[in-house]
């Protein structure tokens, strides 16, 4: 599922989101092993921890740049949203259904808030440096 288009510019970013995209990968594995119970003991866990760490690098980043605080107000709503879905199913009773949904729901996020939010905001933080580096230029 990755692909160029979804490159930040920032290495380390884009290869943590190839690793939630492997993850992605690894539920639809679940799916087709007909195995729900190694979703929710092995990989959700592992996707819920994941994701948290992701989202810490990208808030991080943000972080201290006062031009920037509404959309790191609103990034960071959009990764609540996410880890607040991720908890529901990890909380709820391994189900097949319940997972190819989940699925479908996680592939569409992750493009549609890799391919938009995330490159705005590398490319909001990269204007931010450029004026920071100007002014004390
Ligand atoms: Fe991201
Ligand atoms: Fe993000």
Request: hydrophobic letters at 40%.
């Amino acid at each position: 599922m990755w692909n160029k288009s979804l490159e930040t510019g920032i290495r380390e970013l884009d290869l943590q989101h190839q690793e939630l995209l492997e993850i992605a990968n690894e539920l639809e594995r679940c799916v087709n092993d007909g195995n729900p119970h190694r979703a929710w003991q092995e990989v959700l866990p592992r996707l819920s921890g994941y994701a948290l760490f992701h989202f810490a690098t990208e808030e991080n980043l943000l972080i201290g740049l006062p031009s920037v605080a509404k959309e790191l107000a609103a990034h960071i709503a959009e990764h609540r949203t996410f880890a607040t879905k991720v908890e529901e199913l990890r909380t709820s009773a391994p189900d097949l259904d319940g997972l190819r949904e989940f699925i479908d729901y996680l592939q569409k996020w992750l493009v549609a808030h890799i391919g938009h939010s995330d490159q705005a905001l590398v490319a909001l933080v990269s204007a931010a440096h450029r004026t920071c580096k100007n002014r004390t230029a």
